[in-house]
DNA sequence: CACCAATGCATAAGAAAACTATGTATTATT
DNA sequence: AATAATACATAGTTTTCTTATGCATTGGTG
C-alpha cells in the first residue's frame, strides 16, 4: 500500500527536517531513499515534491545547503541551521500531539491490542 | 495550540466521514462544533475548507443530504451512502496505518512513558 | 562497447485543496 | 437595539503537490 499524496502533504517538511537532524547532513536523493527503505516503499517522495520544499526550507533559514562534487556529478548537502534545530523540534512535537488527537477522534486502537 | 493547517488538509475528510459513522446524521455547523468540542479547540474547522469538502464527498456519492428546515432556517443533514461506509473503512485503516508509519519515521515515543 | 538503469539535480505547467473574505439570513442573548 | 451565535454558500487567492520534462554522470550487463 502507498498512502493517498494528501496524508503525506502535511508532513512532508517534518520528515525532511527530522532525517535532517538525525543524520546531520543529507542530500535530496539520499532522502527519498532513506524515506523509502524505512516506510518500506509505503511513502515515496516525489522529485517534484521534494526539491521545492527543500528550496523553501533554505529560503527560510531552516536549513543551509553545501554543494560538493562527487567526481563530475553534483551534490548538495543540507543541514539544519540553529533556527532550524528549534523549528525541528517544534514541528516533531506539533507532530506527535496532532497525531494523539488524531487517535482519539477516530477511535484508533493500537495495532496490536 | 491550533495545529497549522497543513496538517489538517489531508485528514479533513476522514474526520468528516469518521462521525457521519458514529452519529448517523449531523450537519455542517455541528461537524465543526463537535470536532471543537472533542479537540479542546485545537482542530478548527473553517467554513470555507468545511463546505466545499462536504460538497465534493456528496458529488462522490459517498455521502447524502437532506434539507429540513428548523423554523425558517435550513439545515443541511449529512449522512454516509452505502459506499460511503466501504470508503469510511477504508480511509480510517489507511490513516491509522500512515500513522503508525509517521511515529515510526518520527521516532515518537508514547506520551507518558 | 552499447545500452539501460540508477544517481542527482532542477523547474514549468497544471491541478487540488484549503484559506480568506464576503454574502445572506435567522435566532438567541444582553 | 445591538451583538453573538447559528447556518448555509461561494468567489478569488494562495499554497502545495503532481506530472512531465530536461540535463548530465555513473554503474552494470549483455
Redesign the interface.
Known sequence: ?I??S??????LK??IL?LLR?NKRMYGYEITQM?KD??KG??QLTEGALYPSLHALEAEGIIVAETEYIGKRVRKYYSLSAEGKVRTKER?T???????????????QP?KG
Open positions: 500500500m498512502y493517498s494528501e496524508l503525506i502533504k502535511g508532513t517534518t520528515i527530522k538525525e524515506v524505512m516506510t509505503k511513502i516533531i506539533e507532530l506527535a500531539d496532532f497525531m494523539e488527537t488524531m487517535k482519539f477522534l477516530l477511535d484508533i495495532a
